[in-house]
């Protein structure tokens, strides 16, 4: 248990946890360091001389938006303890009397940076507890916080879910059954896209996607009036890249080194006690589809004043896998007048551009759903059961072995899909969408209308994707049961051979065993013709016998189709002779 007498804010939070349960796992996650955490502290001390995450500070005029004075302009604060100071000298009370409007965005949940941003701005706790938890469910001793939709309200505060892919270099790097984790002291599991390969197509690239988590909260209260002229503190939280930024997309994961081989040994896998449990690896991903794209217009010069600065922006190099540094572009070099004075009016809208890459990072989910998906529907084109005489043991074994592996990814697929929908349902509630009733609230400021005009398309394209996907299952399912189905009229041909064969063969085993009763018949024996001469008569009529039956059945068969076939004929020629059966032939066909 960490030492807690230099973090007051956390301290206080103990004292809590009985009225608000969920507060006992965000303070056990962070004050017991593990071993990975104590990896990512020894990484950032070592390479970068810093405290692992990082906060900037944006200072909000009527129309412009500018770096804390007393912050790096390229690196925010260089420490907690260098926040810690700037909040001491510019406290939050004189500074919102002052009418003040600072934005604090911060990377990762380093606790030194909790502490300092809590304590100072009085930030909510269960704001942090939301950015720590991505889990896709819950049980007794994980106790996640989830309010009441009537009990949220966005305009002061939510927390939103999304899902970062990367497209990987190395496919072995990250597999189905290895235990991964984002580099960072909020870490976020990091796992394995299952495509779907058929034995006819696989997909070239591998993709990996972490579970991602971005908080909002503000000072300012939710009512109108002079309450809007005085200043106000905001805090952004967000979860440090993948990578440095660097075009080959090297970075640093942790990573279970055992490759287990059960799920039940995998779930086990988080404890990270000791170094044999877990080792910091170098791990080469890049975005998937490239990334996020500039969510601004690119105003070429003949159309707009301004779009020549904005071009001259466009052109610099910078990481955008980074959300804190894209929220520090965008507002600094991007964001138009108009928005800006709207974000200083109200502090929900500086999550206008927070809100449009999560909202993107959705779309690009349900782009790679898409993919997969229509590569899974050719199930049934490359897995036809096929009815011939080689159909043996081995290969209708290696054929079902085929479908099985294709069905388990499906399955996994539609787990996902069920995660998928149960974030987007939660996201949607703490937009403040009232689910039954799903329509745009035009009351709310601008950032927060339009991310329900995303949010809500996101969630109707997101329905017909679930479909498709739990379609798919059935169609595995149908596959194999029709490949058992074949299988089981093949074993009967094969049946029907034998006893065909045993029908043919059996007179000439009577006979040989009537006249083996005697030593005449035998072989070599004056009588031993008597067995070719009583033989093959029976053999040649049991051949006629079978061959009648088969004769006479088939018969059957067709008289009763030409039975069926004459009385269609007639039910067709009655109303042709009224002339209903010639207007019946000239409507067109619609189908």
């Known amino acids: 248990m960490a030492d807690l007498d230099h973090q007051p804010y956390l301290q206080r939070l103990r004292g809590l946890v009985h009225a608000f349960p969920a507060l006992q796992s965000f303070l056990k996650k962070i004050h017991n360091e593990d071993f990975g955490q104590q990896l990512v502290r020894d990484h950032y001390l070592m390479h970068h001389n810093r405290a692992p995450g990082r906060c900037y500070g944006l200072r909000f005029d009527q129309d412009n938006v500018s770096v804390l004075s007393e912050s790096d302009q390229h690196a925010g604060f260089s420490s907690p303890q260098h926040l810690c100071e700037y909040l001491n000298t510019h406290p939050a009370s004189a500074s919102r009397r002052n009418g003040e409007k600072r934005l604090f965005i911060l990377e ?34 994980s106790i996640a916080y989830r309010a009441l939709p009537s009990l949220s309200f966005p305009k002061q505060s939510f927390t939103l879910r999304y899902y970062d892919i990367q497209t990987l270099q190395n496919p072995r790097s990250v597999d189905a059954l290895t235990f991964q984790m984002t580099f960072a002291i909020n870490r976020r599991r990091y796992e394995r896209w299952r495509d779907v390969d058929l034995p006819l197509a696989r997909t070239n690239n591998r993709q990996a996607f972490a579970r991602r988590c971005a908080s909002f909260w503000t000072s300012q209260d939710d009512v109108p009036g002079p309450s809007c002229d005085t200043g106000w503190d905001a805090v952004i939280m967000v979860d440090p890249a993948m990578s440095t930024g660097h075009p080959s997309g090297s970075g640093l994961i942790l990573q279970d080194p055992t490759k287990h081989k059960t799920r039940t040994s995998l779930w086990n896998a988080s404890d990270w006690a000791g170094p044999r449990n877990v080792t910091a690896v170098e791990h080469k991903s890049t975005p998937y589809q490239d990334g996020c794209p500039t969510l601004a217009p690119l105003l070429f010069p003949h159309l707009r004043p301004n ?17 804190l540094d894209e929220l520090v572009f965008y507002w600094t070099k991007i964001a138009s007048p108009d928005l800006i004075s709207k974000a200083a009016s109200d502090s929900s809208n500086t999550t206008y551009f927070l809100l449009k890459v999560i909202a993107h990072h959705w779309t690009s989910q349900l782009e790679l759903v898409n993919c997969t998906t229509a590569m899974a529907e050719y199930f049934s084109d490359d897995c036809q059961v096929e ?4 159909l043996g043991g081995s290969k209708w074994k290696a054929e079902l072995q085929t479908v099985s592996t294709i069905t388990k990814d499906i399955n996994y697929m539609r787990r996902q899909m069920n995660h998928f929908w149960r974030a987007m349902i939660y996201n949607l509630e703490r937009l403040g969408v009232q689910l039954g009733s799903e329509h745009v609230d035009d009351t709310l400021p601008q950032a927060l209308r339009e991310a329900q005009m995303d949010f809500l398309t996101v969630h109707a394209r997101l329905g017909p994707l679930r479909q498709r996907v739990e379609s798919l299952t059935a169609m595995a399912t149908d596959l194999a049961n029709l490949r058992a189905a074949f299988k089981g009229i093949h074993d009967s041909e094969l049946s029907l051979r034998l006893g065909l064969f045993a029908s043919l063969v059996f007179p000439l085993t ?40 088969y004769t006479l059945r088939r018969g059957v068969s067709l008289m009763g ?31």
């Open 387 to 390: 009815l011939d005489d080689s």
């Open 561 to 591: 189709s030409k039975l069926e076939a004459g009385e269609e004929n007639e039910a067709r020629e009655a109303p042709e002779k009224s002339g209903l059966w010639k207007r019946v032939r000239s409507v067109p066909c619609l189908c």
């Open 108 to 141: 990762d949940l380093e606790p030194d940076y909790v502490d300092a941003l809590g304590e100072h701005l009085g930030i909510d706790p269960l704001v942090f507890t939301e950015q720590m938890n991505t889990w896709n469910f819950t049980t007794s001793s």
């Open 510 to 549: 009577l006979v040989a065993s009537v006249l083996s009763m005697g030593d005449d018949f035998l072989p070599g024996k004056s009588d031993f013709w008597v067995f070719w001469a009583v033989s093959v008569p029976l053999f040649l009529l049991s051949a006629a016998v079978i061959d009648q039956g």
């Open 307 to 323: 779009a020549k600065a904005r071009m001259e922006a466009f052109q610099q190099e910078r990481n955008r896998a980074s959300l």
